[in-house]
């Protein structure tokens, strides 16, 4: 796939972008988002596939030749949260912002989807485009899963912007590139009293702060120094009056981590810390976890396949910092084999941030990685023997 194919589309795919970013939805909420998909991919003339989603669409390139089934990945919700860019095709939306560049995955992704389009008749199998809903909920992926939308897939590959990347670089790499996201809440149960007669009392103030003290133990004395994981303590609420020691008190955060045993090894360690000093000091602490989804893995065939992609697109492969931000992209990853990649956009500012942006020439290149990752995805899985280890690539 010529990059000079994809950027014959750049202006179109900017208008979409722009579009998008104007009338952003938050996670379940993207009907119009939608909608405005489905005419994009309809007017392409881009068959819809049939899935059971509330919001987002699943549809479908190639298939005029048997072959395998692969799947690209777009997410399309938005944040609650109100723009500070002043750019002139700023949210519409008071308190709502695509502050983390779905905008710019989706567009590119339909930007795949023309190009393979337009190919159809050669690709010797058919490529899925999820364009799933509520990724900032970290329930979307699951529930395109449910639908069935993964059944057949025999590899799938996404991306994000990375606004610390230069444009035309691509972060590529095996193994885990983002990380487990989990949060808890923690209620922390004492005795009130007046705050003169703090004898009177289990306070529960001093025991969530020796809790709290005692958590970052858990990184520097429980963690392996090749390892990695965070524990963040980012709420503590407690207390109605300056001269009242409250019953209770609460706190919340998370913890992110890129190897399964270490999540559950950090995890009976928080747990334990918490429920024990809680008791020494005659309180209890109870502990709600809010789990969120695993690492991103990915396959290091697919990996290496993706570098070369990249690199027949013209854009330069680097091996990236993983990331400790979580994505539900890892849930697809837990059933298919594939890649999620870190696509340079050269923003002025991290994701999630009110001034959010991301620069606009990547997305013809983004598109043409895709197309390309696709096609060659495509070619290497007809050559593959059928066995039980489908979606490897042959070595």
Same mark, same amino acid.
């Given at each position: 796939?010529?990059? !000079? ?17 104007? $009338? ?10 939608? &909608?405005?998909?489905? /005419? ?42 109100? /723009? ?20 710019? $995955? ?19 199998? =058919? ?66 009293? $007046? ?36 524990? !963040? ?7 109605? &009056? ?21 999540? =559950? ?9 918490? =429920? ?31 570098? !070369? ?42 994701? $999630?941030?009110? &001034? ?30 059928? !066995? ?8």
């Amino acid at each position: 796939m010529s990059t !000079s194919a994809a950027q014959s589309i750049q202006k179109q795919l900017v208008v979409i972008r722009r579009h998008l970013h104007a $009338h952003p939805e938050l996670s379940h909420e993207e009907v119009e988002t939608t &909608a405005y998909i489905r /005419e994009q991919l309809q007017e392409a003339g881009i068959r819809i596939a049939a899935f059971p989603l509330r919001t987002g669409i699943v549809a479908e390139v190639g298939g005029r030749k048997e072959g395998p089934l692969i799947a690209i990945r777009a997410d399309i919700d938005a944040l609650p949260i109100h /723009e500070e860019t002043g750019l002139p095709f700023a949210s519409q939306v008071a308190g709502r912002m695509h502050a983390c560049g779905h905008d710019f $995955h989706t567009a590119a992704v339909l930007g795949t989807a023309f190009l393979l389009k337009e190919r159809e008749e050669t690709l010797p199998g =058919t490529v899925r485009f999820l364009f799933q809903p509520a990724e900032e909920k970290a329930r979307g992926a699951l529930e395109v899963i449910a639908s069935g939308a993964l059944e057949g897939v025999q590899a799938i590959f996404g991306l994000h912007n990375k606004p610390d990347l230069p444009v035309g670089t691509i972060g590529i790499k095996e193994g885990p590139i983002m990380a487990a996201a989990d949060g808890f809440v923690v209620e922390v149960e004492g005795r009130g009293s $007046h705050a003169a007669v703090p004898e009177a009392s289990v306070d529960p103030l001093v025991i969530s702060a020796h809790i709290i003290t005692a958590l970052q133990t858990i990184v520097s004395r429980n963690v392996g120094a090749l390892e990695s994981a965070v524990v !963040s303590v980012t709420r503590l609420n407690s207390g109605t &009056a300056w001269n009242v020691i409250p019953d209770k008190a609460l706190f919340d955060g998370t913890l992110r981590t890129f190897d399964e045993n270490v999540r =559950t090894a950090v995890r009976e360690r928080f747990e334990r810390i918490a =429920t024990s000093v809680a008791q020494a000091f005659g309180g209890a602490a109870n502990i709600r976890w809010l789990e969120g989804p695993p690492a991103v893995v990915n396959d290091g065939a697919w990996a290496e396949a993706a570098r !070369s992609a990249a690199g027949a697109v013209g854009l330069t492969p680097i091996t990236p910092l993983p990331s400790p931000a979580g994505e539900d992209f890892a849930f697809y990853l837990r059933e298919v084999p594939g890649l999620f990649a870190f696509l340079g956009t050269e923003g002025p500012q991290e994701w $999630h941030h009110p &001034a959010f942006d991301v620069d606009e020439k990547a997305l013809p290149l983004g598109a043409a990685f895709f197309a390309k990752l696709a096609e060659d995805a495509l070619n290497r899985l007809t050559h593959t023997a059928q !066995s039980s280890t489908k979606g490897k690539i042959p070595q």
